[in-house]
């Protein structure tokens, strides 16, 4: 039974209040407008409860573990060291509650309504929320859809007492002994580390010939290092064909490299990528423009098809990155505003937070050779500065690529300690237009991981001071 139907009316009706929502939904309050925001879960979305921060979470009491085990030669011994899964997940939960609890607070600041529910486009400028039995309108002046992705389900690998995605992986209460990850991109990759550092045994099925695919080879094989010394099974060029549940587990059935193997786990994490959220809000039948994958065709300012409706994030083309969401929110809520506001992804970091971390951004050697572009570039290895030593985490390196006339920033890749916080220098660089020279002379901290930008920037040049050319 449907109880009553309302009708309100907003400027800017946000759906989804995930990282690219609710950034949207507070830069258009700021901009004067009447906000709402239709969300059918938690404020935070994926990012904030069960996707970035509770895997960053899970991430840092993983490395704080196993650095216990590796101190003696630092002269410290420890000895009963022991993980209480439970509490790890306690922790884990609260630093959750307590960002999901601050948007909150910031949208009461800012006098944006929360509605709970889930959204259906009537019309170009109206839509319903369902909510129960209690059905609503909102008619808006602009909409801007921010509804995010879910995981990819496997016909063969059906989600379950014993297959679980990363949302589940992430709330499990005890750990399993052994596991079976299907595909090693990013996300594979950083739970896969993380349980292995508790004491699972991980078994990685890739499908590709190298962990980590996208980043260049060079990268990913230092991460494949480390796991190894974990114990943990990487196959690539696997394909995972099917599984026979059994009374404590599962027995996978893989393909490698052209034999089949079959693989006993407690639990299967299906990481394979991950499917926009498109298919229920009816937007085909309003006319709006989508490509074959379900993603929302939009221009340089996120407005799709229907001029006063936007989408951002996972729902449009690139990469699923909670920050391009985030970006994508700020400038559709501009544009809205009326501001000349447009996207411009040269810049747009990605980062794993693999051990060790690895980032990018901008182009690499090959996008580099692809273009044409007559390029130098700089590798500095963390092995040849002090900070890296003296916090025993000196393997990896950055990378710097530049175009050879004019010394332009055009890219960098780095492996190593901190890798997720440098590479915002060099975005920075790119983005303002910076040249090797720039880098060389801003003057870095010493000593400090930073400083391996800089020794790049130089060695780029020909003149490094740290290391022989």
């Given at each position: ?225 480390k796991l190894k010394k974990l114990d943990v099974t990487i196959h690539t060029k696997a394909l995972a064909q099917g599984m026979e549940e059994t009374e404590n587990g599962v027995i996978v059935t893989a393909e490698v490299k052209g034999e089949q193997q079959k693989i006993e786990a407690e639990y299967v994490l299906v990481t394979v990528g991950r499917r926009p959220n498109t298919d229920e809000l009816g937007i085909r039948d309003i006319g709006m423009n989508m490509t074959d994958r379900g993603l ?174």
């Amino acid at each position: 039974m449907v109880v009553g139907e309302f009708t309100t009316e907003v400027d800017v009706l946000v759906i989804g209040a995930g990282p690219g929502g609710y950034v949207a939904a507070i830069r258009a309050a700021q901009l004067g407008k009447t906000v709402a925001v239709v969300e059918k879960a938690e404020l935070g979305g994926v990012c904030l409860n069960v996707g970035c921060i509770p895997s960053k979470a899970m991430i840092h009491a993983a490395h704080t573990y196993e650095h216990t085990q590796h101190t003696e030669s630092m002269g410290i011994t420890m000895e009963n060291v022991k993980v209480d899964f439970a509490k790890v997940q306690e922790w884990k939960s609260g630093i959750v509650k307590q960002l999901t609890g601050g948007v909150g607070s910031l949208f009461k600041g800012h006098k944006i309504q929360v509605i709970p529910g889930e959204a259906l486009f009537v019309s170009e400028n109206e839509v319903r929320v369902f909510h129960g039995y209690d059905v609503n309108r909102y008619r808006f002046q602009h909409c801007i859809i921010a509804t995010g992705s879910r995981p990819i389900e496997l016909p063969a690998f059906p989600f379950g007492k014993r297959v679980m995605s990363s949302t589940e992986a992430l709330s499990l209460t005890e750990l399993p002994k052994s596991l079976v990850v299907i595909g090693g991109g990013y996300i594979g990759i950083e739970l896969g580390t993380v349980f292995a550092k508790f004491g699972t045994k991980v078994t990685i099925l890739e499908g590709s010939d190298q962990i980590l695919p996208g980043f260049e080879p060079d990268m990913p094989r230092l991460v494949e290092r480390k796991l190894k010394k974990l114990d943990v099974t990487i196959h690539t060029k696997a394909l995972a064909q099917g599984m026979e549940e059994t009374e404590n587990g599962v027995i996978v059935t893989a393909e490698v490299k052209g034999e089949q193997q079959k693989i006993e786990a407690e639990y299967v994490l299906v990481t394979v990528g991950r499917r926009p959220n498109t298919d229920e809000l009816g937007i085909r039948d309003i006319g709006m423009n989508m490509t074959d994958r379900g993603l929302i065709v939009v221009d340089k300012q996120g407005r799709t098809s229907i001029p006063n409706v936007y989408a951002i994030g996972d729902i449009v083309a690139g990469p699923a990155l909670a920050h391009k969401a985030s970006y994508e929110g700020k400038v559709a809520a501009e544009a809205i505003a009326g501001h000349p506001a447009e996207v411009d992804y040269k810049a747009i970091p990605a980062v794993v937070f693999c051990d060790p971390e690895i980032a990018s951004v901008g182009i690499n050697e090959k996008e580099a050779k692809e273009k044409g572009i007559d390029y130098i570039v700089g590798r500095f290895p963390f092995a040849a500065n002090g900070r890296a030593l003296s916090v025993n985490a000196g393997e990896g390196y950055v990378k710097l690529i530049a175009e050879k006339e004019t010394n332009l920033v055009l890219g960098a890749q780095i492996v190593g300690p901190e890798a997720s916080n440098i590479i915002a220098e060099i975005g920075l660089a790119i983005e303002m237009g910076a040249t090797l020279e720039d880098i060389e002379l801003t003057i870095h901290a010493h000593p400090t991981l930073g400083e391996v930008t800089m020794e790049a920037a130089e060695l780029a040049l020909g003149r490094p001071i740290h290391v022989m050319k």
